[in-house]
């Protein structure tokens, strides 16, 4: 079964540059959501995309923008990055969210910022 | 707003033991989901269980099993008969679908296992 593909998996930038992480969905799944996870931490919501709008935002910084584009793809685009930016991006995605539909992740990408 | 508690922070346990994860939950909505993942050392989020408000039966799937309690506010997550492969970081997890809600999950802390051989 298909399943939510992010890339690149790995990423080392340094400080003050930019970075962008791409995710793909599962076929035919209506929302797509990015999660910032920092060493020793729970996973934090950024934002979400319900049919490729911006449906809702957690506490990302106004350095970050995402997009959703008409394949259903998904970017997060991360300017003037910060040691503190260094974290496990996950992406996830799922169908009916409305009924609480589980939520299938990524492999997440590995951001570290030198 | 929403809130997940997870108290323990880390658990050790010697294989075969019996291992419990709590988890406390806090919400105003009455329609809501709660599931546990687990990430393993390689980091991927691994699904293990989703539960919606209207269903406290309880969940035994293999070694694994779920009490949820409506009452306290409580989903907890028994390992049976521990192995090594069990070791992990699990997290507990809410969503609540009312308003304008779109499914966002929201995180309990984390509570780190480590089972012995």
């Known amino acids: 079964a298909a399943g939510v593909i992010q890339s690149p998996r790995h990423l080392i930038k340094e400080k003050r540059e930019t970075a962008t992480l791409k995710c793909y969905p599962i076929?035919?799944?209506?929302?797509v959501y990015w999660y910032q996870q920092g060493p020793g931490q729970d996973p934090q919501f950024l934002i979400s995309?319900?049919?490729?709008?911006?449906?809702d935002k957690g506490s990302i910084p106004d350095r970050f923008s995402a997009q959703q584009f008409s394949d259903y793809h998904s970017e997060l685009n991360m300017s003037s990055l910060e040691l503190g930016d260094s974290a496990l991006y996950f992406c996830a995605s799922s169908l009916s969210f409305r009924t609480g539909g589980e939520q299938f992740f990524g492999p997440g990408t590995r951001l570290t910022v030198l | 707003a929403q809130k997940v508690t997870q108290a323990q922070t880390e658990i050790s346990v010697v294989e075969k033991e019996d291992v419990t994860l709590d988890c406390v939950y806090e919400?105003?909505?009455?329609?809501?989901?709660l599931f546990w993942y687990k990430q393993p050392p390689s980091g991927e989020l691994v699904f293990l269980i989703r539960r919606n408000s209207f269903d406290e039966q309880n969940e035994i799937s293999g070694r694994y099993s779920w009490n949820f309690q409506k009452s306290t506010s409580s989903f907890n997550f028994t390992i049976t008969a521990s192995q090594v492969v069990d070791s992990a970081v699990y997290f507990c997890a809410l969503i609540v679908t009312g308003g304008t809600s779109y499914g966002k999950l929201t995180f309990g802390q984390g509570t780190i296992l480590t089972v012995h051989p």
């Open positions: 919400t105003r909505d009455t329609t809501y989901y």
């Open positions: 995309f319900y049919e490729k709008m911006q449906s």
């Open positions: 076929p035919r799944h209506d929302t």
